[in-house]
């Protein structure tokens, strides 16, 4: 059976595409896409975001962490909300979907609710997240752990490339450092959180399949690693008196990758620098990162433990120094049964009667506001093999229309929910 295709939808698809591009072309570099926080592009990506939200009928305000929000009252004024929506930063050298597809999504499923005879029991309030990504200050979800209450007074002395600190930024963009409690949402003031998102990955185009229901986000870790040997005269120095750093780094870096694989995990070394750095010199120090993450924490924490253990035998048989510090954690993140069925029913209802069930391997701001309400996310395929963070980053338009139903349907879901159980209201 094809799946059915609303009329409006295509449409609709079509805008949303266009205004992907349009806040594409929102960036801080002329040759590529990277929009950060707390940017002159963030602020014109706000403005564009306020924009087409109001013109979807909802009230517009940025919050005191920097996101763009926009409200559509349910059946009376000051109800709980459910909040949908998805980020509008970006990596660098960046595609023109990743989170900003979800905010556009978001916004016209608010419009075509407003335009409805019928009031939720709920309030719907759509979120531009800021700093999803954490491309400027090295510290992701700095937006969505605001808005759950979770912002660490720390941060404040983070700093970017160009040494400006976080709270010297804030400032600059006319936000007060002080006043940054005040974006936290209070857990009786939320229904839960639905967000739609490029799968960032190829399991859905694999499968042919153009939508899919989160199961759970990864649990992520990440660290700084140091192998430390002694640097010499790359002429001089024989094999058997060497202690180099980067062939000690190198033997770690492929034990890496084997353990995530015996381990089904994701392990990635993504930066590895030598020093001193000479052409002719046996490097004695060598700094790489690792990012790992799984399904499971138990499963991501054993892998850790084995690549740890791997780690100091590679040094010892090299007469190396291993080191590692942790630099980020966030643990994995379930999405509730109830949202989720909400999720399947949207997808059910455009014609795909077993929905395909995947878990998120790429982090996102549910995990953050997981701390304050029940969360669920919608797939999107990605096209070429589902790369992402890549100017290549691709959705066809028909998913992008399939998306706007099945969503719009996923919020109907949780309203008839409600509707049945009242007390869901305020109640995560």
Same mark, same amino acid.
Not at 186 to 200: M, R
Not at 392 to 406: C, S
């Given at each position: 059976m094809?799946?059915?295709?609303?009329?409006? !939808?295509?449409?609709?698809?079509?805008?949303?595409?266009?205004?992907?591009?349009?806040?594409?072309?929102?960036?801080?570099?002329?040759?590529?896409?990277?929009?950060?926080?707390?940017?002159?592009?963030?602020?014109?990506?706000?403005?564009?975001?306020?924009?087409?939200?109001?013109?979807?009928?909802?009230?517009?305000?940025?919050?005191?962490?920097?996101?763009?929000?926009?409200?559509?009252e349910?059946?009376?004024?000051?109800?709980?909300?459910? =909040?949908?929506g !998805?980020?509008?930063?970006?990596?660098?050298?960046?595609?023109?979907?990743?989170?900003?597809?979800?905010?556009?999504?978001?916004?016209?499923?608010?419009?075509?609710?407003a335009?409805?005879?019928?009031?939720?029991?709920?309030?719907?309030?759509v979120?531009?997240?800021?700093?999803?990504?954490?491309?400027?200050f090295?510290?992701?979800?700095?937006?969505s752990?605001?808005?759950?209450?979770?912002?660490?007074?720390?941060?404040?002395?983070?700093?970017?490339?160009?040494?400006?600190?976080?709270?010297?930024?804030?400032?600059?963009?006319?936000?007060?450092?002080?006043?940054?409690?005040?974006?936290?949402?209070?857990?009786?003031? =939320?229904?839960?959180?639905?967000?739609?998102?490029?799968?960032?990955?190829?399991?859905?185009?694999?499968?042919d399949?153009? =939508?899919?229901v989160?199961?759970?986000?990864?649990?992520?870790?990440?660290?700084?690693?140091?192998?430390?040997?002694?640097?010499?005269?790359?002429?001089?120095?024989p094999?058997?008196?060497?202690?180099?750093a980067?062939?000690?780094? !190198?033997?770690?870096?492929?034990?890496?990758?084997?353990?995530?694989?015996?381990?089904?995990?994701?392990?990635?070394?993504?930066?590895?620098?030598?020093?001193?750095?000479?052409?002719?010199?046996?490097?004695?120090?060598?700094?790489? !990162?690792?990012?790992?993450?799984?399904?499971?924490?138990?499963?991501?924490?054993?892998?850790?433990?084995?690549?740890?253990?791997?780690?100091?035998?590679?040094?010892?048989?090299?007469?190396?120094?291993?080191?590692?510090?942790?630099?980020?954690?966030?643990?994995?993140?379930?999405?509730?049964?109830?949202?989720?069925?909400?999720?399947?029913?949207?997808?059910?209802?455009?014609?795909?009667?077993?929905?395909?069930?995947?878990?998120?391997?790429?982090g996102?701001?549910?995990?953050?506001?997981?701390a304050?309400?029940d969360?669920?996310?919608?797939?999107?395929?990605?096209?070429?093999?589902?790369?992402?963070?890549?100017?290549?980053?691709?959705?066809?338009?028909?998913?992008?229309?399939?998306?706007?139903?099945?969503?719009?349907d996923?919020?109907?879901?949780?309203?008839?929910?409600?509707?049945?159980?009242?007390?869901?209201?305020?109640?995560?």
């Open positions: 094809m799946p059915r295709l609303a009329p409006e !939808s295509v449409a609709i698809a079509e805008r949303v595409m266009d205004r992907c591009d349009e806040l594409g072309a929102i960036s801080g570099s002329p040759d590529l896409l990277e929009r950060v926080h707390l940017s002159p592009e963030h602020r014109r990506a706000n403005d564009l975001v306020a924009t087409w939200m109001e013109e979807a009928g909802l009230a517009t305000w940025q919050d005191a962490a920097g996101n763009q929000c926009g409200r559509l349910g059946a009376e004024p000051g109800l709980p909300a459910l =909040l949908i !998805s980020h509008l930063d970006t990596v660098r050298d960046a595609g023109r979907y990743d989170g900003m597809l979800g905010v556009l999504l978001a916004i016209e499923v608010a419009a075509r609710i335009r409805r005879d019928v009031a939720l029991p709920f309030a719907l309030e979120v531009g997240f800021t700093d999803e990504e954490g491309t400027r090295g510290n992701a979800l700095l937006g752990r605001a808005l759950a209450g979770g912002f660490d007074p720390a941060w404040w002395d983070l700093s970017d490339r160009d040494g400006l600190s976080l709270r010297e930024a804030f400032v600059d963009f006319g936000l007060d450092p002080a006043r940054i409690h005040g974006a936290a949402r209070p857990p009786d003031s =939320l229904v839960g959180y639905l967000e739609a998102h490029i799968e960032q990955g190829p399991y859905l185009e694999d499968a399949r153009a =939508l899919g989160v199961s759970s986000i990864a649990g992520a870790r990440r660290f700084e690693l140091t192998m430390t040997g002694v640097a010499g005269h790359a002429g001089g120095t094999y058997d008196r060497r202690r180099d980067l062939v000690g780094a !190198s033997d770690l870096v492929v034990e890496i990758e084997s353990v995530g694989r015996a381990a089904g995990v994701i392990a990635t070394v993504g930066r590895l620098q030598a020093f001193p750095g000479g052409i002719n010199v046996i490097p004695g120090r060598v700094e790489f !990162s690792l990012d790992l993450r799984a399904e499971f924490d138990r499963d991501r924490d054993h892998a850790l433990a084995e690549i740890r253990r791997r780690a100091h035998e590679i040094a010892e048989r090299r007469g190396l120094r291993f080191e590692s510090r942790e630099i980020y954690r966030a643990d994995a993140t379930p999405c509730a049964p109830w949202l989720r069925e909400a999720i399947a029913s949207g997808i059910r209802r455009t014609g795909d009667e077993e929905p395909m069930i995947l878990w998120s391997r790429a996102h701001d549910g995990m953050a506001v997981s304050v309400t969360i669920a996310m919608l797939f999107v395929r990605c096209g070429k093999g589902g790369i992402s963070h890549h100017p290549d980053e691709t959705v066809e338009m028909r998913d992008v229309a399939f998306a706007l139903d099945a969503f719009e996923a919020v109907s879901a949780v309203a008839e929910r409600v509707q049945a159980e009242p007390e869901r209201l305020g109640a995560a």
